[in-house]
């Protein structure tokens, strides 16, 4: 359903065009993930769920995947009017 939007993210990872919110950073240390864990969901894992961000009426995304240890985490990301991926927050399910 969301393949077009999911490929473009992956092709932003494998370039490492994004940024982390310093929200999505504090979420990834307080559960002890590494961007390597951010990077594997997007690159392996699913989108969920797409939602309208209330501030700013962009898309965002949950992609649904496996941190590289196994757990299962939900990434929240968006493709800014940058071009760039912005991880706007990280959490184990």
């Known amino acids: ?9 992956r092709e932003l990872v494998r370039s490492r065009q994004y940024v982390m919110t310093v929200h999505a950073e504090d979420e990834m240390n307080r559960d002890a993930l590494a961007i390597y864990d951010v990077e594997h969901v997007i690159l392996t894992g699913q989108i969920v769920e797409r939602q309208k961000d209330q501030a700013s009426a962009e898309w965002k995304y949950l992609i649904g995947g496996q941190s590289l240890d196994a757990d299962n985490i939900i990434v929240v990301a968006k493709v800014s009017p940058s071009g760039k991926l912005v991880f706007i927050t990280v959490f184990k399910e």
Request: proline residues 0%; glycine residues 0%.
């Open 1 to 9: 359903m969301f393949d077009r939007i999911l490929k473009r993210m």
